[in-house]
């Protein structure tokens, strides 16, 4: 489909908990908008958004699929994203392509924990957000039960402006509290209807929850507010144009319903993302001018180019496919560009509208649409093209660290250059992948957001290239640091009958706050030690803090000051000062209190009453520092601080605690000193792998 207006798009991704139904909507829209011809299930190999044979086999999405459904000649772009925890940074990639967030959430469990998180990222973005609840045919699902979990985790802006005509099982329709209409559906799936008034039994309803809606609108806009203070009430256009203001603005966040599976509910939500959502052209995005300054670029076709690149797909058939949204002027099927962060330009040869996974060409794409561009050289997910004449780069966010490690190795001898270049495949479809050697141990090191997402890496790397390796247990990152400031003397002295090798440095090393990690500080008065080797005293205490001083884990967060030191004329070079410099460093070490810090994890476990005493016994078993307790719905959520050391096996054992009943997120948080006989097991068990090398 080809538009030529950013008036005629929009651009949402589809958030929320897993297994909200995401999928299955995004897949009942284009039923409904004559997409396909059938509703399309993950679990079933058919869907869509969710094509990869890895989401096939588990049954949940896995990372960004993208679609779009043709309304009554708009484009509606769909982003459709994960909804586990470790995913998160897909997440936010959806997010920043989109212009709105559509939050499903489940109408029997309300609101859970990935929600939140959506919720959270959304406004960090400041995106507008409409909530969707699914799943109003199951037993349970009650709009005012759902509404109240709703309005107590995000506040009394969340309004609904539909209501449920009959319940769970006799769910079959929905009314619109704008226009006042009572929609009815056919119960065969593909979202077909009639129109007519509202029922007698539901008017009572139907009016205090509009009455409702009038008067937040109305509050959200000073001139509505008068209308609304005059006659009591505001027209149909003005009750519409108030909504979308408010909604765009961030002061009010609609909630519609649906039951997608028996496509109750599609052509109404369709209406609600032409009306309400907010087109392209009212948001600007953030960026980065050459010389560091801040910039807003607008979303104008006129523009020069600039494209952000947020998913890359490696498909064995074409290749490499990079998932853009052109968010200012128009790109044509035959262009050049620069990207941003190499500054290397690329040529754009044919331009593609995707259905998942499938794409159709398309002459060009204009600001606020998104497409894809096959074979590009350089470019990877997070990158800006733009025109040679305007160089930027868009705002992307940051790709989190791997929060657990495992040492991996071929099965089969000879296929150490295919895992490189498999993993690299991987890495460019999912950036918070992370993938090298460990400079301390030589292992070859996977890592990712939790145990799974590395396991999912590994039965990609099978089921794609054909490779076969084996993992080690997951490596826990523990840093060293220092408590106290302490002085260090390196000296190295060698003669060996020519010229010889020569260097003493003296330094002051400094505990720094956590997070500083190094610094070096050049604190010498006149030329005790000339200045073109002073670097080299720093190599060499870069080198030796890499391999720590007690466990061998780096040391980080202190601060090293040159003050003092010797030379020769003739003997002295770098190598010599690197080494003194790593002498100096170890001499430092042993008066500064060295100690081991652990990385600590944020732990939010969702669970039911009855199981409440079996996990807070089992998370103080695991030394967690209990955070709080909240109730989402009919759940409670236990906030938890938890070494990560301790949290390894916690899936197994929490689904064996529950009978898989609750969930769990978990995110890295922060370093602390581990305890001391944590401290001797791990001292303990470095020594052991040590000797254990020498003897190999």
């Not at 489940?106 to 995106?127: C, P, R, T, Y």
Request: with cysteine.
């Amino acid at each position: 489909m080809l538009v030529d207006s950013p008036e005629k798009i929009r651009n949402l991704a589809l958030v929320g908990h897993n297994d909200t139904g995401k999928t299955t909507l995004a897949s009942a829209l284009l039923l409904t908008g004559g997409v396909v011809n059938r509703l399309g299930r993950v679990e079933d190999g058919n869907a869509t958004t969710d094509f990869d044979a890895e989401e096939t086999a588990r049954g949940i999405s896995l990372g960004i699929g993208t679609s779009f459904v043709p309304w009554r000649g708009h484009k509606v772009n769909i982003v459709d994203t994960p909804g586990y925890g470790i995913f998160h940074a897909e997440m936010r990639a959806g997010l920043r392509a989109v212009d709105a967030a559509l939050l499903c959430v489940n109408s029997v469990a309300g609101v859970e924990v990935n929600a939140e998180k959506a919720w959270e990222i959304a406004a960090e973005f400041e995106l507008p957000v409409l909530v969707h609840l699914t799943k109003m045919d199951r037993e349970r699902a009650d709009l005012a039960r759902a509404l109240d979990s709703l309005q107590a985790s995000f506040g009394r802006q969340v309004l609904p402006i539909q209501l449920p005509i009959g319940r769970e099982q006799e769910f079959s329709g929905i009314v619109d509290l704008v226009s006042g209409q009572a929609h009815r559906f056919d119960r065969d799936g593909n979202g077909k209807g009639s129109s007519g008034p509202v029922p007698a039994e539901l008017e009572a309803e139907v009016t205090l929850w509009r009455n409702r809606l009038v008067e937040a609108v109305a509050e959200a806009a000073e001139a509505l507010l008068e209308k609304f203070f005059e006659e009591g009430t505001l027209s149909e256009e003005e009750l519409r144009q108030g909504l979308r203001t408010a909604v765009a603005r961030r002061q009010l966040f609609p909630v519609t319903l649906g039951a997608h599976s028996h496509g109750i509910g599609n052509s109404t939500l369709l209406e609600v993302l032409l009306e309400v959502a907010p087109p392209p052209s009212t948001r600007s995005h953030p960026a980065t001018a050459r010389d560091g300054a801040a910039a807003a670029v607008a979303c104008d076709p006129a523009a020069p180019l600039a494209a952000v690149v947020f998913k890359t797909l490696n498909d064995p058939f074409t290749g490499k496919i990079s998932i853009l949204r052109v968010v200012a002027g128009t790109l044509d099927s035959d262009t050049q560009l620069v990207n941003a962060r190499s500054e290397e330009l690329e040529r754009v040869n044919g331009l593609l509208a995707l259905q998942g996974k499938q794409g159709s060409a398309v002459p060009k794409l204009v600001a606020g649409d998104i497409g894809a561009v096959a074979k590009l050289k350089s470019t990877r997910t997070g990158d800006s093209l733009v025109a040679k004449d305007r160089f930027l780069r868009l705002a992307w966010p940051p790709v989190p660290d791997g929060a657990m490690s495992f040492a991996i190795e071929p099965k089969a001898k000879g296929d150490e250059e295919k895992i490189g270049d498999a993993l690299a495949r991987l890495i460019e479809e999912d950036p918070s992948l992370h993938a090298g050697r460990d400079p301390q141990t030589g292992e070859f090191l996977l890592s990712g957001t939790a145990q799974l997402h590395v396991e999912i890496a590994v039965s990609r790397l099978k089921r794609r290239s054909n490779v076969e390796v084996v993992l080690h247990p997951p490596r826990v990152p523990y840093r060293e640091t220092i408590l106290r400031a302490a002085d260090g003397h390196g000296r190295h002295k060698k003669q060996t009958g020519g010229r010889g090798q020569f260097a003493d440095c003296k330094i002051r090393i400094e505990p720094l706050e956590r997070g500083l990690d190094f610094e070096f500080v050049d604190d010498i008065f006149g030329g005790a030690i000339p200045q073109n080797f002073r670097p080299a005293v720093e190599k060499g205490i870069q080198e030796a803090r890499v391999r720590g001083f007690l466990s061998g884990n780096p040391m980080v967060d202190f601060r090293v000051k040159l003050i003092d030191g010797q030379f020769h004329d003739v003997d002295s070079s770098e190598l010599a000062f690197k080494i003194a410099g790593s002498l100096a460093y170890k001499d430092a070490m042993e008066k500064a209190s060295p100690t081991i810090l652990e990385p600590i994890m944020k732990v939010e476990v969702i669970t039911g009453e009855e199981f409440m005493g079996d996990i807070m016994s089992d998370l103080s078993q695991r030394r967690g520092r209990p955070q709080g307790m909240d109730t989402r719905g009919h759940q409670q959520v236990v906030k938890a601080l938890v070494p990560m050391a301790e949290m390894l096996n916690y899936a197994a054992a929490l689904r064996a605690m529950t009978q898989g009943r609750s969930d769990f997120h978990m995110e890295f948080s922060h370093y602390e000193e581990a305890p001391r006989h944590v401290q001797e097991k791990i001292i303990a068990e470095a020594a052991r792998l040590k000797k254990e090398e020498a003897e190999a």
